[in-house]
């Protein structure tokens, strides 16, 4: 059987790391094989890992350090998504439409309730091909009561990534769906792989964030 080149070998089954992962991957290959995604919807809809093959094999565009580590720190590896807070809100408190709210914090002795509960949940998915995956996020449903009470709102976040060839598109739509104005803030906080820069020339990667923003 003759040996495969580099650019030939098919894309790893899983990121290094979660080979015994209880939570479930969902891979996204695009139509030429040389590029491959993984999205994790039990721990935030996070896209966990990219791999691509520019003829010298497969690298990791995306750093993370295997499932233990996301669930520990769900925001500080991969591709995270911030939601409905980027940023940092002191004590977790917040004022809106002249009402204060709190958020529960996740670790008491924190001085900031940090980048909301979007990265912290699991998302339901909604479709699944080969290269494109659908996820949504539902406020009336998915938070738990001590969130509920902290964020009275009726939203949800529309997941899509994509998987093309030498693109990986991540599309995020918030839909305020109750009768009332919510605050919402969203933001993606992608960690890339020191390693990838260190192998190829940092121009070989480009990165899109179109968004608009509005002030009440």
Known sequence: MPDRSPHQSPPPERPDGWTDAAESLVRLTDPDGTSVAWVCPALGANVVAYAVNAGHGWRQVLHQDGPAALRERPSRFGLPILFPFPGHMAGGRYRWRGALYSMPMLNP????????????????????????????????????PAQRAGYPFDV?????????????TVTLVAENVGQVDAPVGIGLHPYFDPRFFGAVDRS??????????RRL
């Open 204 to 213: 070989a990667l480009d990165v899109y964030l179109p968004c608009t923003r």
């Open 156 to 168: 949800t976040l529309s997941l899509t990534v994509t998987l093309t060839v030498d693109e990986l």
């Open 109 to 144: 002795s924190a001085p900031s309730y940090t980048h909301g509960f979007a990265h912290q949940l699991p998302w339901r998915v909604t479709e699944q091909t080969e290269s494109t995956l659908s996820a949504v996020l539902d406020t009336r449903t998915d938070l738990e």
